[in-house]
Structures are given as C-alpha cells and as structure tokens.
C-alpha cells in the first residue's frame, strides 16, 4: 500500500521560506514522479511542480517558478519542496503526489497517490 506522508508546513510571514517534506513507502519510489500541488479554500487543486523519475526533469507552475524548488533524494524515498519569498497567495494546503506516466501541464487525473496534505499559511 502506498504512503505519502508530508511534513514541514506551517506559518510563515510574507517573504520567508518553508521546506515540504515527501516521505514514501509501499512503493518502488525511483520508478515514479514526484509532484506537489497545492488547494486554498474554495478552489480546486493546483499543479505546483513535478520532478521525473530519474530526476533530470521539472515542470513548476508560472506562478511559483523561480521561488520554488523540488528535489528527491532516492535513497531516503523522500521529495522535498523548497519554498522561498513566499507570498500570501501560496497560502494552501499542499499535496504531494505520485505516478508513473505524466505530461505537462500536469493533472490530477495522472496521480497514483496521494499524500494528507500540509497547511502553509503565508502572513502579510
């Protein structure tokens, strides 16, 4: 069975940084992408950025390129968002997600699994 676990959300004042953390079990994780998306009240689930299996792809949503960095580490099964100059409109929940076949832009329809999602609350 496949576990997404996420951690490292929390409140963060306009500007600073957070870094998500993605750990996976009940799956051959080099096999799969790793992605995050992200869902504030009342809207629908956004893609956030995805990184291909091998590592050697990413894809980030026009609205967080250039503030925002995904990475894996195979060895520890864990993928990592690194958030920085946030903004109050990166306030969301954040879900990682994972597959074995995608194209960009990326949907939800492409997802195997999902993680519990971590709150990310960005202050002005």
């Known amino acids: 069975q496949v576990q997404l676990v996420e951690s490292g959300g929390g409140l963060v004042q306009d500007g600073g940084s957070l870094r998500l953390s993605c750990a996976a079990s009940g799956l051959a994780f080099s096999r799969y992408f790793m992605a995050w998306f992200r869902q504030a009240p009342g809207k629908e689930r956004d893609f956030v950025a995805v990184?291909?299996?091998?590592?050697?792809?990413?894809n980030y949503a026009d609205s967080v390129k250039g503030r925002f960095t995904i990475s894996r580490d195979n060895a520890k099964n864990t993928a990592y968002l690194q958030m920085d100059d946030l903004k109050p409109e990166d306030t969301a929940v954040y879900y990682c997600a994972v597959g074995t076949f995608y194209r960009v832009p990326l949907s939800t329809w492409m997802v195997d699994a999902w993680g519990q999602g971590t709150q990310v609350t960005v202050s002005s």
């Open positions: 990184l291909s299996a091998s590592g050697g792809r990413t």
